[in-house]
């Protein structure tokens, strides 16, 4: 597997934890958080992760809310790119995991291809922008609710991804 760049915005703390962990499973993984990397560092990498959590009623977390824009203007076709989120299935239920859709969204029109959808079964929520063709585009964490499912869904999501990266 070539290099790949996990991006994440963490402002708790959780998106960081996962990010690491999901970088651990994985190796060969360099971690950027969003916060002091600029938009184009994505095109060095082939295999790229993003990872956000979703605040409030269904908004980016800060750093994303920065970052976004930038990489909205890169032509990231050829590059292949898997996301994960992180919400609250209960609390917020109508909007679980929106940060992701959002910057799934994006990065398809930035010509990425990605990978890495999830299933939603096990999760209680009402909406979430992040469902694509019926299933979430990418991990589904719930620090809040289900972090003890947390370990065992990103091992099964990061074995799922040594076969779709290149």
């Not at 915005?9 to 060969?28: E, H, K, M």
């Not at 916060?35 to 082939?46: C, I, K, P, V, W």
Request: with cysteine; hydrophobic share 40%.
């Amino acid at each position: 597997m070539q290099p790949t760049g996990l991006f994440y915005g963490s402002s708790t703390g959780n998106t960081a934890t996962a990010a690491r962990d999901i970088a651990q499973a994985l190796g060969n993984v360099t971690l950027h958080d969003i916060a002091e990397t600029s938009a184009d560092t994505l095109l060095s990498y082939s295999n790229i992760i993003l990872g956000a959590s979703t605040w409030g009623f269904g908004e980016l977390q800060d750093d994303w809310q920065q970052f976004l824009p930038g990489m909205a203007e890169l032509d990231l076709a050829g590059k292949t790119v898997a996301l994960f989120g992180l919400g609250d299935q209960y609390s917020y239920s109508d909007v679980f995991l929106d940060a992701m859709g959002t910057i799934h969204d994006t990065v398809v029109a930035c010509g990425a291809t990605v990978v890495g959808a999830w299933p939603t079964d096990g999760y209680e929520f009402e909406a979430s922008s992040a469902v694509k063709n019926g299933s979430f585009a990418g991990l589904a964490l719930d620090a809040d609710n289900q972090n003890d499912m947390t370990p065992q869904r990103i091992q099964q999501w990061t074995a799922q991804l040594t076969t779709m990266f290149r």
